[in-house]
């Protein structure tokens, strides 16, 4: 069964340019958690998505915002990107809103802001 | 007070060694616990569930208690692969979110 998939593996952006990130869960699962992780620094919540709809967000600005579209794949967009927004961004699915909830992760999109 | 705290180490322990790791969290409410490891660079990977009567894995063992609030991981016989940082995960009860500690890195040596 594949996992959970992140595209790009890399991307390299400038100041105020837009990034877009993509995922794509496990077969079956229907949320999408959003994950930031600056080097050497814990994960941070960015957003969840469950069957469509945003469940919650994390303490980020509104330049941070994503979807999930009817296949349940996900896509975060970040705009007027700042050199602070460099990190590691995870994608983890799960199989929905319940309490035994185990996320799996996919391997990230390196995102890096000259 | 955090909702998730595990203490960041590092813990250097000798290859061989039993090592245990705590991790306090806040909201008594919650009802799912789970350990991930994550390797430098990579993606956390789940490493096991905790469950109320305890659970053991191999070498690794979780254990809760409610009453004080936190859940521990013990590994014994440690080899050099298990050098990682260990993240103490807890549902929050209020909307199933997960809550995520900061880690606990572990550096097993020779």
């Known amino acids: 069964e594949a996992g959970v998939t992140q595209s790009p593996t890399h991307l390299i952006k400038t100041r105020g340019q837009q990034a877009t990130l993509r995922c794509s869960p496990i077969?079956?699962?229907?949320?999408v958690y959003w994950y930031q992780q600056a080097l050497g620094l814990g994960l941070q919540f960015l957003l969840w998505?469950?069957?469509?709809?945003?469940?919650n967000r994390g303490n980020f600005p509104p330049r941070f915002s994503g979807r999930q579209f009817p296949n349940y794949s996900s896509e975060l967009n970040v705009n007027a990107l700042e050199l602070e927004d460099s990190a590691l961004y995870l994608c983890?699915?799960?199989?929905?809103?319940?309490?035994?909830?185990?996320?799996?992760f996919g391997p990230g999109t390196r995102l890096t802001v000259l | 007070r955090k909702e998730v705290e595990q203490d960041p180490g590092p813990f250097n322990v000798p290859e061989g060694a039993t090592v245990a790791f705590n991790c306090t969290y806040s909201n008594s409410a919650s009802q799912s616990f789970f350990w991930y490891r994550q390797d430098c660079r990579k993606e956390p990977k789940l490493l096991m569930s905790v469950y109320s009567s305890g659970n053991e894995d191999g070498r690794f063992t979780a254990q809760l208690n409610r009453a004080s609030q936190y859940i521990s991981l013990l590994i014994r016989d440690s080899k050099l692969s298990d050098s990682a940082t260990y993240l103490c995960?807890?549902?929050?009860?209020?909307?199933?979110?997960?809550?995520w500690g900061a880690g606990t890195k572990l550096i097993i040596k020779p």
């Open positions: 077969s079956g699962h229907t949320s």
């Open positions: 995960v807890v549902n929050s009860d209020s909307n199933y979110q997960l809550i």
């Open positions: 998505y469950d069957e469509g709809e945003e469940r």
């Open positions: 983890a699915s799960s199989l929905g809103v319940g309490s035994y909830n185990e996320q799996f």
